[in-house]
């Protein structure tokens, strides 16, 4: 089955504690990308990645870094987690046909305290 | 930069009615990409329907249908017949059809209940 994979689905932690959120796709898709979702503020691009080694910041970069080692995984690296980084995060990726669509993960619900 | 505006934080429908839920969004661009996706309480994002800035037919997919207005820069989405399983946050989003980053701009949703 087509998706992509995030873990974990939900984490509680505490305030600078180094955690990684990964992300999986099975799909050979080239693009990936990192958003995060916090109430009335919709969706907001943090990272993305145009392929194998290739990263550049979304909108809101800040506190977070990425890499892409390999076409497949893309994680997401919090190095010292604040609470204003609780919030519902999503991966997504894209095929290189340009269909438009992105294909969104199951999300992963982090928790700072 | 793109904006994409979603003027109703809140909407109900009874079910088996017609609801319309407004979107606009601003761009300097001529050929772009509008989303609608559908976030049930299980959080997964999930696509409704899609339209190209290009083409001038709207786009229908089931019950689903859009209402584009390249002029206006408008893109409403239409869900006939309603059923309890449309319950959702929805969300509009606006991509660029080119450029080397396919970011999606979404709007900050609304919340669509159903009632029986």
């Known amino acids: 089955e087509a998706q992509v994979t995030q873990n974990p689905r939900y984490l509680i932690t505490v305030t600078g504690k180094k955690l990684t959120v990964t992300c999986s796709q099975n799909?050979?898709?080239?693009?990936m990308s990192w958003y995060r979702q916090d109430p009335g503020l919709g969706l907001r691009q943090i990272y993305y990645?145009?392929?194998?080694?290739?990263?550049d910041k979304g909108d809101v970069p800040e506190g977070y870094k990425v890499s892409r080692k390999e076409k497949r995984n893309f994680p997401l690296i919090l190095e010292s987690p604040s609470p204003n980084q609780t919030s519902l995060y999503f991966c997504?990726?894209?095929?290189?046909?340009?269909?438009?669509?992105?294909?969104f993960g199951e999300g992963s619900r982090l928790t700072v305290l | 930069a793109q904006t994409v505006t979603q003027s109703q934080p809140e909407m109900s429908v009874q079910e088996a009615e017609t609801v319309t839920l407004s979107c606009t969004y601003d761009t300097s661009e001529s050929d772009y990409y509008l989303f609608w996706y559908k976030q049930p309480p299980s959080r997964q994002m999930i696509l409704v329907i899609r339209q190209e800035a290009y083409k001038q037919q709207n786009a229908t997919e089931n019950r689903f249908s859009v209402n584009f207005q390249k002029a206006a820069k408008s893109f409403s989405l239409k869900i006939s017949d309603s059923q309890l399983g449309d319950a959702a946050m929805y969300f509009c989003?606006?991509?660029?059809?080119?450029?080397?980053?396919?970011?999606?701009?979404f709007g900050k949703g609304t919340l669509l209940t159903v009632n029986p």
């Open positions: 997504a990726s894209r095929p290189a046909d340009d269909t438009g669509e992105l294909f």
């Open positions: 990645s145009m392929n194998v080694e290739v990263t």
């Open positions: 799909m050979n898709h080239e693009y």
């Open positions: 989003a606006y991509r660029n059809s080119g450029g080397s980053n396919y970011k999606l701009t």
